[in-house]
Nanobody, 124 residues
Framework: QVQLVESGGGLVQAGGSLRLSCAAS????????MGWFRQAPGKEREFLAT????????RYADSVKGRFTISRDNAKNTVYLQMTSLKPEDTAVYYC?????????????????WGQGTQVTVSS
């Protein structure tokens, strides 16, 4: 029973930056990794990044490596996705998820809980 709430989405111009937040609450003791995914209309939900609560170990999708940074604040039970050099193709609904995996989860099925998502729109 983990609750996740995303925030920080909005409209930004190409080349700009945006920081998303995901606040976790509830039974977070079973959450070992947090991750960010995104889904554009008509497309599959796409893995972006994941981070371990304990070690801070991260893993990124090649598509966002070098532009996006995932981080966490354990005291606040919050994970972040700092997005820079945004492109119109980054437009999507961005979701955070919680995973009980002990290895970095990069697939949808490896996540146990999801937030409701936050819209990111990048204009050209």
């Amino acid at each position: 029973q983990v609750q996740l709430v995303e925030s920080g989405g909005g409209l930004v111009q190409a080349g700009g930056s945006l920081r998303l937040s995901c606040a976790a609450s509830g039974r977070t003791f079973s959450s070992y990794y947090m991750g960010w995914f995104r889904q554009a209309p008509g497309k599959e939900r796409e893995f972006l990044a994941t981070i371990s609560w304990s070690s801070g170990n991260t893993r990124y999708a090649d598509s966002v490596k070098g532009r996006f940074t995932i981080s966490r604040d354990n005291a606040k039970n919050t994970v972040y996705l700092q997005m820079t050099s945004l492109k119109p193709e980054d437009t999507a609904v961005y979701y955070c998820g919680s995973s009980g995996n002990v290895v970095p989860p990069t697939r949808l099925y490896q996540y146990d809980h999801w937030g409701q998502g936050t819209q990111v729109t990048v204009s050209s």
